[in-house]
């Protein structure tokens, strides 16, 4: 009785809950769970939740977690309105973690007041936004390393068309001309990159943003020595991105061998697993036949 009592009594709340923020729903809150991004789910719950984190002032609170946050979010989504997307972030973390607590509690008293139900829905409810913060740390890394493996392709095109006679800003705009319809992260960037330079944004802050938004350091060494030599142009400009292409190549490549380190460490596990089962199908008849 006592478990149903306490799941209950959590049911109740989790309804005063979401009937408060129905209260407190602004337009802002609607705008801001609309926003693109990667990974979020039932946005129509998103605002409601919105009003709980903007009413627990968890940036005012815990600053530094937040800040870790935004920054995570930042690598992954861009500069543009990453506060507002850490909340949208934060609010989806909230929505799983109620909508997994009510779970529990609903199935522990369907069940007759099982405590196993309701520990199951409290446990997952604690760790489930822990996972979607690993998670997301997961994809940003991911981002970062399918950057750092294009750039150096990307560089190599941009020194071939610059050494053919285009100027630096026709070979970029060419070059994400042809990558147009590609999803990879750097080619998404740079589109937008010329989009902005298209439609009237100086040419050295489209390039300076595109820079910001990757979220690599090569990127921005790219920017920086592209910002640097390009009114040079001639043969100066093109050993400056020479130089850089090598320096890239050597990184891809490091970086490839890392790459490669991982994938032969996970494959450890299930080669044992297989040669166990091999030992056992192998020895298990042997075994038997000696007994007998």
């Not at 989790?14 to 609607?30: P, Y």
């Not at 939740?49 to 815990?62: G, H």
């Not at 100086?202 to 790219?222: D, L, M, N, S």
């Not at 100066?236 to 190549?249: G, K, Q, T, V």
Request: charged share 20%; proline share 3%.
């Amino acid at each position: 009785m006592i478990v149903v009592g306490v799941c209950s009594l959590l049911l109740v709340v989790a309804v005063v809950l979401f009937g408060f923020a129905a209260t407190k729903r602004t337009k802002n809150h609607q705008q801001i769970a609309a926003l693109k991004m990667d990974g979020i789910r039932l946005r129509n719950l998103l605002p409601f939740m919105l009003v709980l984190i903007e009413k627990m002032r968890i940036a005012a609170r815990f600053p530094i977690f937040f800040h870790k946050l935004q920054s995570s979010v930042q690598r992954g989504e861009g500069l543009r309105d990453s506060a507002e997307r850490t909340m949208l972030f934060m609010a989806q973390m909230l929505l799983y973690a109620m909508l997994l607590l009510v779970f529990g509690c609903v199935m522990a008293i369907v069940n007759g007041g099982s405590l196993i139900w309701l520990v199951i829905g409290l446990g997952l409810a604690i760790l489930l936004p822990f996972a979607l913060i690993k998670d997301l740390a997961s994809k940003v890394k991911e981002r970062e390393e399918k950057i750092l493996m294009e750039l150096p392709e990307m560089l190599n095109q941009i020194v071939l068309l610059v050494g053919a006679g285009e100027t630096v800003q026709q070979a970029i705009v060419h070059y994400a001309q042809q990558k147009e319809s590609s999803t990879h992260p750097l080619h998404r960037e740079l589109n937008k990159m010329s989009q902005q330079w298209r439609s009237g944004d100086p040419f050295h802050q489209a390039f300076e943003q595109f820079g910001k938004r990757c979220g690599v350091q090569e990127a921005t060494v790219f920017v920086t020595t592209v910002l640097l030599n390009h009114k040079r142009g001639g043969g100066e400009f093109a050993m400056a991105l020479r130089e850089l292409s090598r320096s890239l190549w050597e990184k891809r490549k490091a970086l490839g061998r890392i790459q490669g380190e991982k994938a032969s460490s996970k494959m450890v596990f299930p080669m044992v697993l297989i040669l166990l089962v091999v030992m056992l199908m192998v020895g298990g008849p042997a075994m038997m036949m000696i007994q007998m």
